[in-house]
């Protein structure tokens, strides 16, 4: 048998799971796994600037293809509570990452030494398992239980904690013959898929609901065939956007409180059956559910089987892999229509693409400063299809979300469930580090850019391009928004005047300074008629110098964008002005019909 250290085994295992890069932090207690990663190769560091940083670049990394898991490394203590966050972030949206943490030597781990903590307990509520592996000869064990467990169900982080003495013991251990443990996901049955499609059948104006468990499964292509067999139309969540194109003539456009379009609520509203497919039903999905459910059949696939009547009771549940369902869906459709038994939607999908043509919201404005819409729409303009898109939280998420175009699954890559600020920059690293060829394009607004700006060093560092749109209202802009209702303007305001840089007036931070220090490029913008060339000279840029490259787009102080202001799908408050003729919006995927 062959002899390593536990750390070894460790790096070994990663390899033989699959891994090829990681992120992370060196300290002293986790230097013997440094140690073992640099003697055994074969894995691709990034060295990140903070730990937490580290933690999102690792969830940038996974969403980014099928099949991936990030991997992020720290040290003992602050390094382990700084991964926190991204473990949070991570767990929230069902996304594997395995998080790495060195710790004290077993001896004093409860003698108060420095830098311990007892970082499995800290993590156990936002993990599928956390560890602090005590014999060195349960290493290989544990760390292949946490790509099972990573992998099967519904996905989800793992931290696994490793004291320095448990890293450098010698332990008997054979990569050549090490497998990794098949993944379990539940599998719905042909009786089950028969019963969905029997309610579905007995509907007339039905939808299907996409969430991010589609994509986690990798099933999209199927989603699109079941919803062109039956002729249904479909509504992407947030996290499943991009799961079929957007112009695709069965998209009905996303729904909710804020994340929505005008269309998607009105066709939602007009429904009668919904068939939610790997989605939890989100509160800013859903608003008031008595809204939300009133007249309307529901049934439920998700492959936890605890989140099926989580937030209410579907008529319907059934705990399936996505993908394993709709290959069921996909076949008993087909069989169906074969026999003639499928209904004709086609004047239901219709009236879907009539309000997508009707119900639009304003982006063309040519006001100075600039208005958050021009943004999004010169973004659609200079930015293809094959777009990745990165964006966490905010107004400029929100927006970004009323009026980009995705058309890929794995396209919009956005932190839902957990919405920390700061998570734009390091994610959209770790989305660049995981397709390097691809057209990465982050959105964050000038506080969430400000929470983790120290990590485009990384960037600059290891030579990861991509495209930072920071749209700058110097205000911490959805928290503004939200405070109207408490009538106060509280607390919320970033503004102030630079005295090293006057030319700014009230809009505070020199982003372009500091970008350029962190050795990056920057330009910024104040004419909206200059973003579209400013998009392009930052393409170009990136390609060139391989750094990251921000677009600073200073906007008006205050801008309301279309969300309710009751909890009420109904009641989508529009703030601006609305599209009354197709100048209005320019890049909206049907022409506006007057």
């Known amino acids: 048998m062959a002899r390593m250290t536990a750390a070894r085994a460790a790096v070994e295992i990663l390899k033989r799971e699959g891994v090829s890069d990681a992120f992370g932090v060196p300290g002293a207690a986790i230097n013997p796994f440094y140690a073992a990663l640099k003697a055994a190769g074969g894995i691709s560091h990034t060295l990140a600037r903070h730990v937490e940083g580290a933690s999102h670049m ?10 991936n ?26 996304i594997p990452i395995l998080c790495i943490t060195g710790q004290a030597p077993t001896a004093v781990i409860h003698k108060e030494d420095f830098q311990a903590v007892d970082i499995a307990s800290i993590a156990k509520p936002v993990t599928k398992m956390a560890v602090t592996v005590l014999e060195a000869a349960q ?123 005008r269309y998607g609520n009105a066709t939602f509203l007009e ?60 076949q008993v459709a087909k069989e169906l229509r074969a026999e003639g038994r499928l209904p004709d939607r086609s004047a239901w999908a219709a009236s879907a693409q009539e309000r997508r043509a009707t119900l639009q919201r304003r982006t063309h404005f040519d006001d100075i400063p600039i208005k958050p819409q021009r943004v999004y729409e010169e973004m659609n303009k200079a930015f293809g299809p094959e777009t990745r898109y990165v964006s966490t939280i905010g107004l400029s998420q929100i927006a970004g979300a009323q009026m980009l175009h995705v058309y890929r699954p794995r396209h919009w890559i956005n932190c839902g469930q957990a ?33 983790m700006i120290e990590e485009l060093a990384v960037g600059a560092q290891h030579r990861i391009p991509y495209v930072h749109v920071l749209v700058n209202n110097a205000y911490l802009g959805l928290i503004r928004q939200a405070q109207r209702a408490f009538d106060i303007d509280f607390q919320v305001k970033l503004e102030f005047e630079n005295i090293n840089s006057p ?34 000279q930052a393409k170009k840029l990136a390609a060139e110098y391989r750094v990251p490259v921000v677009v600073e787009a200073i906007l008006e102080r205050v801008t309301n964008i279309s969300m309710s202001t009751t909890n009420d799908i109904g009641n989508v408050v529009e703030f601006e002005e609305i599209a009354t003729e197709p100048g209005h919006a320019p890049t909206s ?6």
Request: contains cysteine; aromatic residues 8%; negative net charge.
């Open 139 to 261: 290493v290989p064990g544990v760390f292949q239980q946490a790509f099972h467990l990573m992998r099967s169900g519904r996905p989800g982080p793992v931290l696994i904690d490793l004291p320095v003495d448990v890293q450098l013991t010698e332990i008997e251990f054979d990569p050549e013959t090490y497998e990794p443990l098949q993944a379990y996901k539940p599998a719905a049955t042909r009786a089950q898929i028969e019963k969905a499609i029997g309610l579905l059948n007995e509907s007339e104006r039905p939808l299907i609901v996409a969430g991010g468990g589609v994509i986690n499964a990798d099933a999209g292509e199927l989603l699109v065939e079941f919803a062109e067999l039956t002729g249904i139309p479909v509504v992407p969540t947030l996290m499943g956007w991009g799961v079929l194109p957007d112009d695709h003539e069965l998209n009905a456009g996303m729904v909710g409180l804020q994340t929505s379009h």
């Open 58 to 67: 690792a969830e940038g990394y996974t969403r980014t293809h099928p099949g």
């Open 419 to 451: 919405g920390p600020l700061g998570w734009t920059i390091p994610a959209a690293l770790g989305v660049a580090k995981a397709d390097p060829e691809a057209s990465v394009v982050a959105l964050s607004g000038d506080y969430d850019f400000q929470f």
């Open 503 to 536: 030319e700014l007036g009230v809009y505070g931070v020199d982003h372009v300074k500091v970008v350029e220090g962190l050795g990056c490029k920057a330009i910024r913008v104040t004419d909206p008629a200059e973003l579209g060339a400013a998009f392009e």
């Open 271 to 330: 429904s009668d059956f919904v068939l939610g497919i790997g989605n939890r039903w989100a509160n800013r999905h859903t608003g008031k559910l008595d809204v939300y459910t009133a007249g309307r059949t529901f049934v439920h696939v998700d492959i936890e089987p605890t989140q099926i009547g989580k937030i209410f009771a579907p008529d319907y549940g059934i705990a399936s892999d996505a993908k394993a369902a709709l290959e069921l869906f996909v």
């Open 589 to 594: 995927i049907r022409t506006l019909k007057v």
């Open 69 to 94: 898991i990030g991997v992020c490394i720290g040290t003992s203590g602050p390094a382990g509570t700084d991964m926190i966050t991204g473990l949070y972030s991570a767990i929230g949206d069902s």
